[in-house]
């Protein structure tokens, strides 16, 4: 190709912007040299033989968080049991193990990355591992090793061996001087903490490998999530799990936020089900790459009158974690996810009263809650 067409080309590209509409890598992998860690230009995409109608090999970063288990766990009817490979630098509990594939994987060694994705022939991985926003703000050299480092590597070894990429990024991608109420897809992001930072950047450089180097990567910003059977990592939004499980233990909560802080939430259902829909979205739907996803919205002080309905006996009361309150005083209060539901449909399944009766009903009959009904 001539010189002067390349770097046409190339000027377009850096032109772009994915509010443009445009729906694929303007300029493709092989005019623009090699993947950002100099393998050789035939070693990219090894995984192009595998056309979308292949059976995909599935791998999750810091799978036994509070999304990994029940992510494997939704994959693996889709894909079966063996084609999904759950990792984590930690010990699996028993049933963990016993459910499925489960490897060590310590996402800032690359080489042990490299060689998962070789030997298992992985297709699409889905990377979980971070610190949340109030651990990371505890130990913020770990933070910014864990979600940044790590995240390059991810990164590297997607573009190299051909993955279709999916990392989620969160509500906390915002900061106080982004629109609040609500909060759309493209607008001033700057997150005063290092969680968000480190989430922002995760979108920008996906979406710079997308357009530099023709890497499927695929983000959706997930609000507060909820789930039954898995703890919350240490976050801003673990208030909202944690008043279910001490609702029906003992019948107390002691909530760290102010009654009246509004934030954006989602049923893990919901969440998991919209990362499989968005990677199984056609490219051609989707007009950007990083996406806020939406259900419900509400304050401890909602939350605690819908518990309330079902069980009467709960007791709230609230002691204010400073640092997590100026977290969340930042943060969205309503998501606005108009783009997901025109792009690829996106439509959430739980509001909060079906939220509340989910949680507080998985806890079977032996809990306070059954007893009461
Ligand atoms: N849970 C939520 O409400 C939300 C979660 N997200 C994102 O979803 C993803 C999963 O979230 P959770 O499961 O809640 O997180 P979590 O904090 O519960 O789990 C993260 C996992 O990463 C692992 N990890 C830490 N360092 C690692 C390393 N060096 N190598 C490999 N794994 C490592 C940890 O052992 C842990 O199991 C994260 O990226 C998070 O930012 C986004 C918005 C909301
Ligand atoms: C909303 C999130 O990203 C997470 N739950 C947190 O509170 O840090």
New binding site residues.
């Given amino acids: 190709m001539p010189v002067v067409r390349v770097l046409r080309r190339v000027a377009c590209w850096m032109l772009q912007s994915p509010a443009c509409g445009c729906r694929a890598p303007v300029l493709p992998s092989r005019f623009l040299g090699t993947s950002p860690r100099q393998i050789p230009m035939d070693a990219n995409f090894h995984s192009t033989s595998f056309s979308e109608a292949d059976q995909q090999r599935v791998l999750i ?8 288990v029940g992510l494997a766990s939704f994959l693996r009817k889709r894909f079966g049991k063996d084609n999904v490979i759950l ?4 010990k699996p509990p028993e049933h963990v193990f016993l459910s499925g594939p489960f490897i060590y ?5 690359y080489k042990n990355l490299r060689e998962i994705v070789v030997n298992n022939r992985i297709t699409w991985l889905f ?6 926003s109030a ?1 990371g703000e505890a130990n913020v050299s ?1 933070a910014r ?3 940044i480092t ?1 995240l390059h590597n991810v990164l590297d070894v997607a573009a190299e061996h051909g993955l279709r990429l999916f ?6 991608a915002f900061g106080p001087t982004s629109p609040r109420n609500p909060t759309p897809d493209l607008c001033i992001q700057r997150p005063r903490t290092i ?1 968000g930072v480190s ?1 922002v950047h995760a979108e920008l450089m996906g979406e710079y490998y997308y357009y530099r180097y023709g890497l499927d990567f695929r983000c959706l ?7 039954a059977d ?6 801003t ?2 208030y909202a799990v944690q008043i279910f499980h001490e609702a029906v233990k003992n019948g107390r909560f002691e909530c760290n936020l102010k009654p009246d802080t509004r934030l954006p939430m989602m049923y893990i259902d919901d ?1 998991l089900r919209a990362t499989l829909e968005v990677m199984e979205a056609p490219a051609e739907s989707l007009s950007m790459r990083t996406y806020n996803i939406s259900a419900m919205s509400f304050t401890p002080e909602e939350l605690a009158q819908e518990v309330l309905k079902h069980v009467p006996e709960l007791q709230v009361t609230y002691s204010v974690d400073p640092v997590r309150q100026a977290i969340a005083d930042s943060w969205p209060m309503n998501f606005d996810d108009s783009n997901a539901r025109k792009d690829w449909g996106w439509r959430h399944d739980f509001d909060l009263p079906e939220l509340v009766t989910t949680m507080l009903n998985f806890h079977g009959p032996e809990s306070r809650v059954a007893q009461a009904n």
């Fill in positions: 970063t810091g799978g036994l968080g509070q999304l990994g990792s984590d630098i930690r994987s310590d996402i800032l060694d990377h979980y591992s971070a610190l949340l651990v770990l090793a864990v979600n790590g990392v989620p990024s969160t509500i906390g969680y989430k910003r997930y609000p507060g999530i909820i789930s898995s703890q919350p990592g240490g976050g939004t673990d969440c």
